[in-house]
């Protein structure tokens, strides 16, 4: 069962504009980490936010977390064409002795050059 | 892709055979994952392991088995392939629980 939704599902944008994805997800979680997926590849991980941090930044890339809503969002700043990509939101969460990270389904990115 | 391989990186086999996938890591890390990735379903775990023979289900587990008998590879058997594993596979690796995992790049199967 997916446990975040990325929203929107595509998002087309003009290079030098702002990116902004959503995600949300239903239980309780440890952390929420941000995936990029160039078209081909493998994942490679972006950020990292632990349930208890607000905010997080790295780079151009700025990750907020509200657990009371249960949702988080990735703002890519003044972004390059070489952002296109989709991105993943993974929630971890533990529970019954394990830990798993449980991926939503993307947001593909289009950056216009 | 920090230190991992996948082969073969692309395979195209029959329906009812088997198939053995291969993810081979260099950074001595504890975890493993094999992961599946479809379009409209992102990716879903199939099993994963935490050490050498230890490993444990994931969510879409039915019809593969995996093998550990060396920290740096992780086996994903499918016994008897069919059409609806026709898919991309992803090998995954972290130092522990609850931290970044770092993926392989991939190995495209097509069932017929």
């Known amino acids: 069962s997916q446990q975040g939704e990325e929203d929107p599902q595509a998002l087309s944008i003009q290079e030098g504009e702002n990116a902004t994805m959503n995600c949300s997800y239903k239980?309780?979680?440890?952390?929420l980490q941000w995936y990029r997926q160039n078209s081909g590849r493998g994942l490679v991980h972006l950020i990292l936010i632990r349930s208890n941090e607000r905010e997080k930044h790295s780079g151009r890339l700025r990750v907020t977390l509200d657990t009371s809503k249960k949702s988080s969002s990735l703002l890519i700043t003044a972004s390059r064409a070489a952002d296109t990509a989709s991105y993943f939101c993974a929630t971890g969460s533990s529970g019954a002795g394990s830990y798993q990270l449980t991926f939503g389904k993307g947001t593909k990115l289009s950056v216009i050059p | 892709d920090a230190g991992i391989t996948q082969s073969p990186r692309h395979k195209v086999t029959e329906t009812g055979t088997p198939v053995t996938l291969r993810c081979h890591q260099t950074?001595?890390?504890?975890?493993m994952y094999w992961y599946r990735q479809d379009p409209g379903h992102g990716l879903r775990l199939i099993h994963y392991?935490?050490?050498?023979?230890?490993?444990d289900k994931g969510e879409v587990s039915d019809g593969y088995s995996v093998s550990r008998s060396k920290t740096e590879d992780f086996l994903l058997t499918l016994e008897s392939a069919t059409s609806s594993q026709t898919s991309v596979y992803f090998c995954?690796?972290?130092?522990?629980?609850?931290?970044?995992?770092?993926f392989g790049p991939g190995t495209r199967l097509t069932v017929l």
């Open positions: 392991s935490y050490g050498v023979k230890d490993t």
């Open positions: 995954a690796i972290s130092e522990s629980v609850g931290v970044t995992q770092y």
């Open positions: 239980t309780s979680i440890n952390n």
């Open positions: 950074e001595n890390h504890r975890y």
